[in-house]
Protein backbone atom coordinates (compact mmCIF):
# COMPACT_ATOMS: atom_id res chain seq x y z
CA UNK A 1 0.00 0.00 0.00
CA UNK A 2 1.23 3.58 -0.67
CA UNK A 3 1.47 6.12 2.27
CA UNK A 4 0.87 9.70 0.91
CA UNK A 5 2.18 12.16 3.82
CA UNK A 6 1.21 15.23 3.73
CA UNK A 7 3.44 18.14 5.48
CA UNK A 8 2.02 21.18 7.37
CA UNK A 9 2.96 23.31 4.28
CA UNK A 10 1.55 21.50 2.19
CA UNK A 11 4.14 19.50 0.13
CA UNK A 12 3.17 15.35 -0.13
CA UNK A 13 5.53 12.62 -0.38
CA UNK A 14 4.63 8.97 -1.24
CA UNK A 15 5.74 6.27 0.08
CA UNK A 16 5.48 2.61 -0.58
CA UNK A 17 4.47 0.94 2.73
CA UNK A 18 4.43 -2.57 3.79
CA UNK A 19 2.04 -4.51 4.81
CA UNK A 20 2.07 -5.02 8.77
CA UNK A 21 4.21 -2.20 8.97
CA UNK A 22 2.76 1.37 10.65
CA UNK A 23 2.52 4.54 8.93
CA UNK A 24 4.90 5.88 11.58
CA UNK A 25 7.39 2.99 10.96
CA UNK A 26 7.08 3.71 7.14
CA UNK A 27 8.25 7.50 7.89
CA UNK A 28 10.83 7.00 10.31
CA UNK A 29 11.96 4.38 7.64
CA UNK A 30 11.79 6.78 5.03
CA UNK A 31 13.19 9.55 6.26
CA UNK A 32 9.63 11.15 6.33
CA UNK A 33 9.99 14.87 8.62
CA UNK A 34 7.79 15.14 11.08
CA UNK A 35 7.12 11.95 12.59
CA UNK A 36 9.47 11.26 15.23
CA UNK A 37 8.32 7.85 16.73
CA UNK A 38 10.69 8.49 19.89
CA UNK A 39 9.28 5.55 21.83
CA UNK A 40 9.42 3.31 18.88
CA UNK A 41 5.50 2.87 18.83
CA UNK A 42 4.45 1.83 22.80
CA UNK A 43 2.15 4.49 23.11
CA UNK A 44 4.37 6.53 24.95
CA UNK A 45 5.41 9.80 23.41
CA UNK A 46 2.62 11.45 21.00
CA UNK A 47 5.33 12.36 18.53
CA UNK A 48 3.89 10.22 15.93
CA UNK A 49 0.77 12.41 15.97
CA UNK A 50 -1.04 12.77 12.14
CA UNK A 51 -4.14 13.97 10.86
CA UNK A 52 -5.73 10.85 9.34
CA UNK A 53 -8.09 11.52 5.69
CA UNK A 54 -11.84 12.04 6.89
CA UNK A 55 -12.43 9.20 4.79
CA UNK A 56 -10.52 7.40 6.40
CA UNK A 57 -11.38 7.52 9.67
CA UNK A 58 -13.51 4.20 9.24
CA UNK A 59 -10.45 1.71 8.14
CA UNK A 60 -8.44 0.98 11.46
CA UNK A 61 -9.62 -0.29 14.97
CA UNK A 62 -10.73 3.03 16.98
CA UNK A 63 -8.56 4.80 19.28
CA UNK A 64 -7.76 3.09 22.23
CA UNK A 65 -7.90 4.58 25.81
CA UNK A 66 -3.88 4.62 25.94
CA UNK A 67 -3.77 6.69 22.68
CA UNK A 68 -6.60 8.89 23.59
CA UNK A 69 -4.61 9.77 26.97
CA UNK A 70 -1.34 10.31 24.49
CA UNK A 71 -2.86 11.97 21.65
CA UNK A 72 -4.06 14.87 25.11
CA UNK A 73 -0.14 15.02 25.46
CA UNK A 74 0.56 16.13 21.60
CA UNK A 75 2.40 19.44 20.90
CA UNK A 76 -0.51 20.05 18.06
CA UNK A 77 -4.01 20.33 19.68
CA UNK A 78 -5.65 17.05 18.90
CA UNK A 79 -8.48 17.30 15.92
CA UNK A 80 -11.28 14.72 15.86
CA UNK A 81 -9.27 13.23 13.00
CA UNK A 82 -6.60 12.91 14.90
CA UNK A 83 -4.19 9.55 15.75
CA UNK A 84 -0.98 8.38 16.33
CA UNK A 85 0.46 7.33 13.76
CA UNK A 86 1.75 4.30 15.38
CA UNK A 87 -1.59 2.70 15.85
CA UNK A 88 -2.39 2.57 12.12
CA UNK A 89 -0.87 -0.57 10.33
CA UNK A 90 -0.76 -0.73 6.98
CA UNK A 91 -2.97 -3.49 4.87
CA UNK A 92 -2.94 -4.89 1.68
CA UNK A 93 -4.65 -2.72 -0.68
CA UNK A 94 -5.71 -0.20 1.63
CA UNK A 95 -3.46 3.32 0.96
CA UNK A 96 -3.49 5.77 3.57
CA UNK A 97 -3.30 9.31 4.18
CA UNK A 98 -1.79 11.68 6.74
CA UNK A 99 -1.82 15.34 7.60
CA UNK A 100 1.31 15.79 9.48
CA UNK A 101 0.93 18.30 12.46
CA UNK A 102 2.78 22.12 12.41
CA UNK A 103 4.67 21.20 15.65
CA UNK A 104 5.88 17.59 16.50
CA UNK A 105 8.04 17.53 19.45
FE1 LIG B 1 5.26 6.92 20.42
FE2 LIG B 1 3.42 6.44 18.54
S1 LIG B 1 5.55 6.31 18.38
S2 LIG B 1 3.11 6.98 20.59
Given at each position: PKVFYTQPDGAERVVDGKVGDSVMRTAVQNG?????GQCGG???????HVFLAEGELDAYPPVSEDEDEMLDCAATDRE????????LVLREGTDVHVTIPPEQL
Open positions: VAGIVVLSCATCPNSRLSCQ
